[in-house]
């Protein structure tokens, strides 16, 4: 008589018990069917490409999140300067009836120039560390008080000095709002720059009575009636830096540049994530410079020159307003691309689910048909493994 033992069967009918088990606690545990490649490659690797949609989807909202705010600092600073600019109309306005004594346009000049200032510190707005209006040059304040004189710390300069090869001098000029860099070449001299600075006054780059020289005491001379600022990376020139006592109150120069950070903020999606102080304060009409003028002519101007830089703070008033409206579109448009991202977490989110999540409800009835299978199986293993040979003779 052959006798099979069935202990085998048995042990392996156990580990099998157990191993549903253990799926089981793991499903309701972690709420998920799929917890390894092995449970169903197919839903594995849809889930992979799922959750890389998922990280696009974050980035672009991280991103369009930064961005909306920085377009919405923007925006709230531009609102701030056309209600400066409305105090200024008026007041210069008042100025040019021609019944205010030269006192009383003394305090509506001085009432200004806090119009000037408010003005000036919207047009160096930051956000998180970052100049909106600077351009790509965010790191820096855009607008700087200009001054009517600088100097160098060279003291050995004549106009046959040679100046450094690919060195870059910059003057930014307040009354006409835009900026001339020479960059040296080899051979290029002090004389050279000094030409250059001419060349861009007759091309009026520069402001008329802007110059370059070399001083008595053998430093370079920059000269401007109505403001400049000035920079020079030349080693042979030596830092510039603002004669004391030159600064021009109503003078203001942008310092920043034209770039653009174009930002993704969905597939097909780009939007600007910075603005140009040139394009809203500069060009078209100088916001700040029109202010200044003001300024200037109810210092000591006729009600007519009065008249006329009220009528040019008009202009720059709605030279800005119209600024306002593409930053605003902007705006809508990271609006409705936000929503849109969310709309597109909610579905990924769900297809996640489908694809690796478990039913609840479902998977405790399976964990408590587990347990139930493997107390059974823990019986039955019970009353098999002590069994000898002669209980199966009996």
């Known amino acids: 008589m052959r006798v099979t033992s069935m202990l ?42 799922s959750l890389a949609a998922s990280s696009a989807v974050d980035r672009y909202t991280s991103t369009g999140n930064t961005v909306l705010s920085t377009l919405q600092s923007a925006d709230s600073a531009l609102s701030s300067v056309v209600t400066s600019l409305n105090s200024a109309l008026s007041l210069g306005t008042q100025g040019a009836n021609g019944t205010m004594n030269s006192a009383d346009r003394t305090g509506v000049a001085t009432q200004i120039q806090a119009v000037l200032s408010n003005v000036v510190a919207q047009a ?42 690919g060195a870059s001098t910059t003057l930014s000029d307040a009354q006409t709002g835009q900026s001339f860099t ?6 290029d001299t002090v004389a050279t720059l000094t030409q250059a600075v001419a060349g861009a006054v007759a091309a009026g780059t520069l402001s008329a009575g802007t110059s370059v020289s070399t001083s ?19 080693a042979a020139l030596g830092s510039l830096s603002a004669t004391p006592g030159t600064s021009i109150p109503t003078a203001y120069a942008y310092v920043g540049n034209n770039g653009t950070n174009t930002v993704a903020v969905g597939d097909n999606l780009t939007v600007a994530g910075n603005l ?20 200037t002519a109810l210092q000591s101007g006729t009600s007519a020159q009065i008249g006329t830089a009220a009528q040019s703070i008009n202009t720059a008033l709605n030279f800005v307003s119209q600024q306002r409206i593409p930053l605003g579109n902007s705006i809508s448009q990271i609006n409705s691309q936000e929503t849109y991202l969310a709309q597109d977490t909610v579905t990924l ?21 587990a347990e139930l299978n493997n107390s059974a199986m823990l019986a039955a293993a019970a009353k098999v493994a002590p069994q000898t040979l002669l209980d199966y003779l009996k």
């Open 8 to 49: 085998p069967n048995v042990q392996y009918e156990l580990q099998q018990s157990q191993q549903n088990l253990s799926t089981a606690l793991q499903q309701v545990s972690t709420g998920l069917r799929v917890n390894q490649l092995s449970d169903d490659p197919t839903a594995s690797a849809n889930m992979v490409r």
């Open 349 to 369: 989110t769900a297809q996640q689910n489908a694809l690796v999540g478990v039913n609840l409800a479902e998977a405790a009835t399976n964990l408590s048909q």
């Open 124 to 165: 160096n707005t930051s956000f998180q560390g970052s100049y909106v209006f600077a351009g790509t040059a965010s790191t820096t304040p855009p607008f700087v008080q200009a001054s009517s004189s600088y100097t160098s710390s060279a003291t050995t300069l004549s106009a046959a000095t040679p100046l450094t090869a």
């Open 182 to 187: 020479f960059k040296a070449a080899a051979g």
């Open 216 to 234: 008595a005491s053998g430093g370079l001379a920059i000269a401007s009636t109505t403001g400049v600022v000035a920079t020079s990376t030349d």
């Open 276 to 295: 140009s102080g040139s394009q809203v304060f500069t060009s078209g009409a100088n916001v700040i410079q029109s202010l200044g003028n003001l300024i």
